[in-house]
């Protein structure tokens, strides 16, 4: 899960974590990435085992955690996303070798109660990798649509994501924005991303299920209003927001808030206070202090 020319988008989230974790003056890191794909796992592990002598290795994506065991460390730690708990096959990798991880972590609460058995649960920790700060932050609204080539009076509902991930429900989002204009996004680099949060008048995230939910987060970055189902870490993330809302979803009442919000038009100023709780800084903090107190537990033989 690391970004690459061919796919700028893969993993930034996982990117924006080093980059938290390298602001540090407590850690020295060392990365290694090789490409998706499964004959990659495998061609991983002999670099993967000349590498020794860490205070912790700490993997991202389930599948990712087998050949990171190759690694020297103290102790081992990963932080799972969701889709390597899902599709059955990579269920089962992954939850064959978590037994042998000291430092569990996954993105929300909601994904650790749903997508985990309770025991594997129990021992888990929620570990987002938080939202770049740096990157997503207010910029004038009518200058964003201008740099979007967009009418820079006209507002509009923002669906976020590709509307061919069914999973996502752009027919929902659909629903919701009634005769609004309505955009939706495909694969986006992350300065056109944040261009479009910030120009959007309300951003709707309708979506089955989430990990985390970065989008409406980064959108809560941005001062956007935000619209959302309960799903990921969306309920912790906007329930202090007073204009954003989450809730399942039922048309009528959706409807209205996005009609409030078109007719508002309006960018808020405390976005970023409102979003630094989740900042990929502030969860690093949190990953750095899991990593110390697995480092300072007794050590435990693992399965």
Excluded at 267 to 272: F, K, L, N, R, S
Aim: overall charge neutral.
């Amino acid at each position: 899960m690391w970004p690459t020319p061919a796919r700028p988008a893969l993993g930034t989230f996982v990117k924006d974590q080093v980059e938290a974790l390298r602001r540090r003056e407590d850690v020295e890191l060392t990365l290694a990435t090789f490409p998706p794909g499964g004959r990659h796992y495998l061609t991983a592990v002999p670099s993967l085992a000349r590498r020794r002598g860490f205070d912790v290795v700490h993997a991202h994506f389930g599948l990712t955690a087998a050949p990171a065991l190759a690694a020297g460390g103290r102790i081992h730690g990963v932080t799972l996303h969701g889709t390597d708990l899902v599709a059955p096959r990579s269920r089962r990798v992954t939850l064959g070798v978590l037994s042998r991880y000291d430092v569990v972590g996954i993105p929300s609460d909601h994904a650790r109660t749903s997508l985990l058995p309770p025991a594997v649960a129990a021992r888990t920790g929620v570990l987002p990798t938080g939202i770049d700060l740096h990157t997503f932050t207010p910029v004038d609204r009518a200058e964003a649509r201008r740099a979007l080539g967009l009418d820079p009076g006209r507002p509009f509902v923002l669906f976020p994501y590709d509307p061919a991930r069914a999973v996502k429900r752009f027919d929902l989002a659909r629903a919701a924005s009634g005769d609004h204009l309505l955009h939706a996004l495909g694969h986006e680099t992350r300065e056109r991303m944040r261009l479009w949060l910030n120009a959007a008048s309300v951003v709707v995230c309708p979506a089955d299920w989430e990990t985390f939910g970065m989008a409406a987060a980064e959108a809560v970055a941005c001062g956007t209003p935000v619209l959302a189902v309960p799903t990921g870490a969306h309920e912790e993330v906007l329930a202090p927001v007073p204009w954003a809302q989450c809730s399942p979803f039922d048309e009528t009442p959706w409807r209205t808030f996005v009609d409030e919000a078109l007719d508002a038009d309006v960018q808020h100023a405390d976005g970023p206070d409102h979003a630094a709780p989740w900042s990929s800084d502030a969860m690093a903090e949190r990953l750095v202090g899991a990593w110390a107190s697995a480092l300072a537990a007794p050590r435990q033989r693992r399965g």
